[in-house]
């Protein structure tokens, strides 16, 4: 069984930084996909970022190109996700998740999509303050 652990949340006024690490207990394999995801109180669980374990591509929300920047340590089974410029719309949990199932690059046609993953970290909490 596949987990998945987040750290590195925290408080941080706006126009701070902050780097996320996800790590897996095993090594889940490549090709795979794995994905940053956050929800805020109320809102619906919504697509951060994702990349292709093993490889290169990137994948990211409109809100956080720019600003927001994921990549891996496949020696450390980590995926990480360096946040600059914070805003007070990033206030969110944020999630790693995967699909230990599935052997397959990340495509615009389902990286954003919740459903498509089935292994979810606890999240950890980023806080954003003006």
């Known amino acids: 069984q596949v987990q998945l652990v987040e750290s590195g949340g925290e408080s941080v006024q706006a126009g701070g930084s902050l780097r996320l690490s996800c790590v897996a207990s095993?090594?889940?394999?490549?090709?795979?996909?794995m994905a940053w995801f956050r929800q805020a109180p109320g809102k619906e669980r919504e697509a951060v970022a994702a990349?292709?374990?093993?490889?290169?591509?990137?994948y990211y929300a409109d809100s956080v190109k720019g600003r927001f920047s994921v990549s891996q340590d496949n020696a450390k089974n980590a995926l990480y996700l360096q946040m600059y410029d914070l805003k007070p719309e990033d206030t969110a949990m944020y999630y790693c998740?995967?699909?230990?199932?599935?052997?397959?690059?990340?495509?615009?046609?389902?990286?954003?999509?919740?459903?498509?993953?089935?292994?979810w970290g606890q999240g950890t909490q980023v806080s954003v303050s003006s």
């Open positions: 998740s995967a699909h230990p199932g599935r052997r397959r690059h990340c495509s615009s046609d389902y990286w954003w999509n919740p459903d498509e993953y089935i292994v």
């Open positions: 095993v090594d889940i394999g490549r090709p795979h996909c």
């Open positions: 990349m292709n374990i093993g490889g290169t591509s990137t």
